[in-house]
């Protein structure tokens, strides 16, 4: 579907990145007056805070793209970061709902040309560009609120819900890239669900081990999978999937480093330096 455009203002008012969380089931308020923590920002501004602020993995996954690639991209990881925090922003499964319940509300906006959000109004910018999929945008919000009520038990239904989300997101982006290559859409599908797995168990490593978390996956199981998702991408997919592997090859190098260092505590997130990151993301693509 093609999104009639219309007149988009031209930047808003908006909290820094997890600023109101404490909103509920209403979206983000994006006036100064509302709240302390606020910057005045484009929506393309408001999608780099949102999806790859500086030093993030993300950040230098997309640092190489040709810049309008990058622009492309950003509205997409920027919706997907919304929609995932919209789905565990509270305790309270009733809340998370609603606010999926207003992002298909949203999405239909986006589809009439009059979105309200600096995401899809970001994703409006880019309607000469490319073709906005509406549709498959939809089903990710739709996999969200399927994981609200039933949550993965296993590996296997974590991985499928991955697919649902994490994949889904990755296929939109390749076609962002003007590819319509089934088998790179595939690759870019498994890519996708890994990288969000792995970055799942990655958040969840803080604190001590428990069964739960080892029974949906271990961190020699994210690396061995990461590296076969990798090793599946055909070379003539690679310059079009340099992101998503890019992506991959660094969350590879936390966990290895997470491997070697047989903690069995940490107080944050496992991570590697923006340097190695750097390093990582321009090896990629001269590869």
């Known amino acids: 579907m093609r999104i009639p455009m219309t007149g988009v203002p031209t930047c ?43 030093g993030s993995t993300l950040y230098y996954a997309l640092l ?22 919209s789905a565990n922003c509270s305790d309270d499964p009733g809340v998370n709902d609603a606010r999926l319940d207003w992002w298909q509300t949203e999405l239909q906006r986006l589809g009439n040309g009059t979105p309200q959000h600096p995401v899809t109004q970001a994703m409006a910018e880019q309607a000469n560009r490319q073709e906005i999929h509406i549709d498959a945008l939809m089903e990710v919000v739709i996999a969200y609120q399927r994981y609200l009520h039933s949550r993965p038990r296993t590996g296997e239904e974590l991985l499928s819900h991955c697919r649902a989300t994490g994949g889904a997101l990755e296929i939109v982006a390749t076609r962002a890239s003007d590819c319509d290559d089934e088998q790179a859409l595939h690759t870019a599908c498994e890519l996708g669900a890994h990288i969000q797995r792995g970055e799942g ?15 949906l996956a271990t961190p020699a199981q994210i690396v061995g999978d990461l590296q076969q998702a990798i090793s599946g991408v055909p070379a003539h997919a690679r310059p079009t999937l340099r992101c998503p592997l890019s992506r991959a090859r660094i969350l590879t190098a936390v966990f290895e480093k997470q491997q070697r260092s047989r903690s069995e505590y940490s107080s944050v ?14 090896r990629t693509g001269s590869s």
């Open 201 to 215: 168990v990655r958040e969840a490593a803080v604190g001590p081990p428990t069964d739960s978390r080892s029974t």
């Open 269 to 282: 997130p496992p991570s590697i330096s923006p340097l190695r990151k750097l390093w990582i993301a321009w």
């Open 64 to 85: 190489f793209l040709a810049p309008e690639l990058r622009r492309a991209l950003l509205p997409i990881y920027a919706f997907h970061a919304e929609i995932s925090e």
């Open 12 to 54: 808003y008012s908006i909290p820094l990145r997890r600023s109101v969380r404490g909103l509920g089931a209403q979206p983000r308020r994006f006036l100064a007056s509302t709240h302390p923590e606020v910057r005045r920002m484009t929506p393309a501004a408001y999608c780099q805070q949102r999806a790859a602020p500086s």
